[in-house]
């Protein structure tokens, strides 16, 4: 079985997937993959460069991802023209890396980890998508804290993404990690236990 984790900016994605994990989940993330597609030398990288212009490049030849992330925050064009470039290089790499486990593992959850899942309009790629929610004031507290923004910048971070309420309706299974990190365990747990893995 695989299934799909999303959630918004801050909500606790990566405290859902390493508790998933560390149950024996397969894990394919999106993030790791977005990374290795902005080394120098990779063909992303060049067309990023070709259409934001050296300023988004460090002296050594390096993604200046505070640079980029600066122009796309606050320009959805500019957003669309980044996404155009890099989705189509990740989502294949995801889908390889996902067949691969599905084909090496077949009894193993595959979970692959992808923030704009729903932005991308990747559902149908997977059995079931889970969400990981925190409510938007929560969300702005530790983006504020975690990247440390103003307000403003994590506001811009956060409108920049589907609306967090919006993709709790979507998704097939909600893990509500706006309490403590017993209740976020104990609804994984849950959910291990539904799907028979344990």
Known sequence: MNIGLTGGIATGKSTVSALLVNKGALLVDA???????????HPVLSA??????Q???????TLDRKKLGEIVFHDPTQRQALN???HPAIRREIRMQMES???EYPDKLVVVDIP?????????????VMMVYAPKATQLERLMKRNRLSRDEASARIRSQMDIEEKKQRADIVIDNSGDAEQTKRQVDEFWLQSGYA
């Open 48 to 53: 990023v460069t070709d259409h934001f212009g």
């Open 101 to 103: 486990l599905e084909r």
């Open 116 to 128: 704009l899942l729903f932005e991308s309009g990747l559902e149908a790629m997977f059995e079931r």
């Open 84 to 86: 155009d470039i890099t």
């Open 55 to 61: 300023a988004v490049l460090l002296a050594d030849g």
């Open 31 to 41: 993030d790791v993959i977005a990374r290795e597609v902005m080394l120098p030398g």
